[in-house]
């Protein structure tokens, strides 16, 4: 069994009361990230990782010290899986349900027989997204590319290498968590998700991000619009890349297995 990481805040008893139940109902153990209230941050500790000048340039909107609490959480759980050296380790944000099949899906991942760094295991409020790539996997799961990588940090699987290339990555950060994760272009880490998700994001208990945020601020439409733009056009190249990628690994695995088979006893 995988290491399990819950990220909570210190002051939502509630949200880890409920977390707790969850995975005791499905004999699952965990250990709990404190997560960074943005709200008790210094600026000083605010600049060390989040970048105005990058946000200004990348996104539409100045970030709330809830987003630069939740992207620092996040990091704050990669860098566990580096420090401990895991294989991978799931990542979840304290607003889930499991499904009765999470143990089959945990398995599956255990089972793949392919290196990987990203697989999503929820999709942000039940959201669907166009399939670029599907790899049927057993007990009917599949592993899949969409044309964009699904929204949401609720419930991730991260791998050693993918942990260790996303804190290179993001040393230094401009947009959300989950925003970011979709710029594989930038990261350089590519992920898939594990279909049917087994795990579902809850929609009765209001976003400690939007609960944290000081004011609504106003967005800049046309270069939301620009930056949308940019982003699918180097998003369908580095998607196409990846899944070309894949493809390649699949006819070595083919050509290995083949050339097993075949080979004549000596």
């Known amino acids: 069994m995988p290491p399990i990481f819950l990220i909570n805040l ?5 949200r880890l009361a409920n977390s707790v139940k969850q995975f005791n109902k499905h004999e699952l153990s965990f250990t709990k990230i404190d997560a960074i209230d943005g ?8 600049n060390k990782h989040y970048w105005e000048t990058l946000n200004k340039k990348n996104y539409h909107y100045p970030l709330s010290r809830g987003q630069i609490g939740c992207y620092l959480s996040h990091r704050k759980a990669w860098q566990a899986i580096v420090d401990q050296k895991l294989d991978y380790a799931l990542i ?5 349900s499991l499904t009765s099949d999470i143990h089959a899906a945990i398995n599956r991942i255990n089972n793949l027989e392919m290196q990987w760094q990203l697989i999503k295991l929820c999709a942000y409020k039940g959201r669907k997204r166009r399939i670029a790539y599907q790899k049927t996997l057993d007990d009917g799961y599949s592993l899949v590319v969409h044309k ?24 230094k950060f401009g947009r959300p968590i989950d925003c970011d994760l979709q710029h594989i272009w930038e990261t350089g880490v ?52 990846f899944i070309n990628e894949i493809h390649q690994e699949d006819f ?14 000596s």
């Open 252 to 265: 070595k695995q083919k050509r290995s297995l083949s050339s097993f088979l075949f080979e004549k006893p």
């Open 10 to 14: 210190e002051r939502s008893p509630q």
């Open 190 to 241: 590519c992920g898939y998700s594990l279909m049917p998700f087994p795990v579902i994001q809850s929609t009765e208990q209001e976003s400690d991000i939007h609960v944290r945020s000081e004011k609504q601020v106003k967005k800049a439409f046309f270069k939301r619009k620009y930056q949308q733009l940019i982003a699918n056009i180097n998003n369908k190249k580095a998607t196409s890349e």
């Open 39 to 46: 709200a008790t941050l210094s600026q000083a500790q605010i």
């Open 148 to 171: 964009k990588l699904m929204s949401g940090c609720c419930a991730t699987a991260i791998s050693y290498q993918g942990a260790k290339q996303l804190l290179a990555a993001t040393e």
């Open 92 to 96: 979840f944000e304290d607003d889930f």
